[in-house]
């Protein structure tokens, strides 16, 4: 794909309304990418200060991920190096709880495969959570997204499932002190290889 039909593509994903009629807002699609990019990181869909900044992961996920992977945020917003594509580009709503909605269901099918398969450089994709590792590794997911955190090697070199970097996940961090002396080593190591 030339560069300007890869512009082109991005150009459909932001202006793509097809959950507008079941939304509690205007939808507002959030995507970065470049056919350069070396790490695609595939996230949930963007929470309320996401859909108000149009920034992906701008919020305090995105300084636990970024944290996570040892980078800054000129890296992690550098297209040509890092592209985020979640499996749903719009704010999908809360819940009568409070937390995030999942992802719209129209979003993956219809545009994940299609971005994924122009990021040709692409050695290392991140799967935040559960819906994006369901997405990917299909049969090959373990019972739980626990197990397949803690089995993230297995599923190396091509993917690294991670779970959500939301707070809402702190009490899991805490009970599964293994993500950070194990995982975390093996996720950095990845990232200094592919982006320094």
């Known amino acids: 794909m030339a560069a300007s039909d890869f512009d082109q593509l991005l150009a459909d994903i932001r202006a793509c309304r097809v959950c507008a009629p079941d939304?509690?807002?205007?939808?507002?699609?959030?995507?970065?990418?470049s056919p350069t990019a070396k790490v695609l990181i595939v996230g949930q869909a963007p929470g309320t200060r996401v859909h108000a900044s149009g920034r992906p992961f701008a919020d305090p996920s995105g300084d636990r991920l970024r944290d996570w992977m040892g980078v800054d945020e000129p890296v992690?917003?550098?297209?040509?190096?890092?592209?985020?594509?979640?499996?749903?580009?719009?704010?999908?709503?809360?819940?009568?709880?409070?937390?995030?909605?999942?992802?719209?269901?129209?979003?993956?099918?219809?545009?994940q495969r299609k971005v994924a398969g122009e990021l040709k450089n692409v050695r290392l994709t991140l799967l935040v959570g559960l819906h994006a590792q369901r997405f990917y590794l299909g049969s090959q997911m373990r019972k739980t997204m626990t197990e397949t955190v803690h089995e993230a090697a297995a599923f190396g070199p091509d993917y690294?499932?991670?779970?959500?970097?939301?707070?809402?996940?702190?009490?899991?961090?805490?009970?599964?002190?293994w993500f950070e002396a194990k995982i975390l080593p093996l996720l950095r190591c990845r990232i200094i290889d592919l982006l320094h």
């Open 23 to 33: 939304m509690p807002h205007e939808p507002r699609p959030v995507v970065q990418a």
């Open 76 to 111: 992690f917003y550098d297209a040509s190096r890092i592209a985020i594509v979640p499996m749903g580009f719009c704010f999908p709503g809360l819940d009568e709880s409070g937390p995030d909605l999942p992802p719209r269901k129209e979003c993956a099918p219809l545009w």
């Open 160 to 177: 690294l499932p991670l779970p959500h970097p939301s707070w809402r996940n702190s009490a899991w961090l805490r009970k599964n002190p």
